[in-house]
């Protein structure tokens, strides 16, 4: 089946530096990458997703780039506010099936 | 749009009891739902994908006869945890997709389950 890896586990920023999480899968009939937030004790939240015929998709100060070849894809976030801090997941969708990946604590400091 | 609905939040229930949650997607049909549970620090794991009027498809490790799973309209689905032991405490989630080619899930608030 699907194997999700994400890195890093954990990583601190200071406020208004860029955060880079990176994800690699490892099945080429996964279609449909989302990234999902979930601050502690509370529901995963959707942010960005992309699918497989589009390689980068930008919302606002958040990007997510997608390579196909490399089953590698990551995700941006510029312009870090404290608000950002949580935990974030990857995730790959194959026939309609998500696998998680272990997640990334971003934690912003003022 | 696209809200999902999960009772109860939390509940305390002691060993050998059954404990049955609510998964409802509020404004859209959801022809797939699915409940995932993630222990503390760690990520979500898929137990078993639902769809409405047929019998739930559970991954591997996960069994059925404790996790029942009934999907009995578009906009609910329930889990109940039968004979709940102490190692069943965690926090269950379900998300619900709409029909046709849409990919995404939308998440309930989940529903943490502490067995005493």
């Known amino acids: 089946g699907e194997n999700v890896e994400q890195h890093p586990s954990t990583l601190s920023v200071q406020e208004g530096d860029s955060a880079v999480i990176k994800c690699t899968y490892s099945d080429s009939a996964s279609n449909y990458f989302p990234w999902y937030k979930q601050e502690l004790g509370k529901r995963p939240q959707l942010i960005i997703d992309?699918?497989?015929?589009?390689g980068e998709k930008k919302d606002q100060r958040i990007a997510v780039t997608l390579n196909k070849t490399a089953k590698h894809f990551s995700l941006h976030i510029t312009e870090t506010q404290p608000e950002d801090s949580a935990v974030y997941f990857c995730?790959?969708?194959?026939?309609?099936?998500?696998?998680f990946g272990a997640g990334t604590q971003v934690v912003v400091t003022p | 749009g696209a809200v999902v609905s999960q009772h109860p939040s939390r509940v305390i229930c002691k060993s050998g009891t059954s404990v049955k949650i609510e998964c409802r997607s509020l404004?859209?049909?959801?022809?797939?739902m699915f409940w995932y549970r993630q222990f503390p620090k760690q990520s979500l794991m898929l137990m078993a994908t639902?769809?409405?009027?047929?019998?739930?498809?559970?991954e591997q490790g996960v069994e059925k006869d404790k996790f029942l799973i009934n999907h009995a309209s578009l906009t609910l689905s329930t889990l109940t945890v039968t004979s709940a032991h102490p190692e069943d405490s965690s926090f269950y989630i379900c998300?619900?997709?709409?029909?046709?080619?849409?990919?995404?899930?939308?998440f309930g608030p989940g529903t943490r389950l502490l067995v005493l």
């Open positions: 992309i699918r497989s015929n589009v």
């Open positions: 998300s619900a997709r709409g029909g046709g080619y849409q990919e995404t899930q939308y």
């Open positions: 404004d859209f049909q959801a022809t797939t």
């Open positions: 639902s769809n409405e009027g047929s019998k739930a498809t559970y």
């Open positions: 995730a790959a969708s194959t026939w309609g099936k998500l696998q």
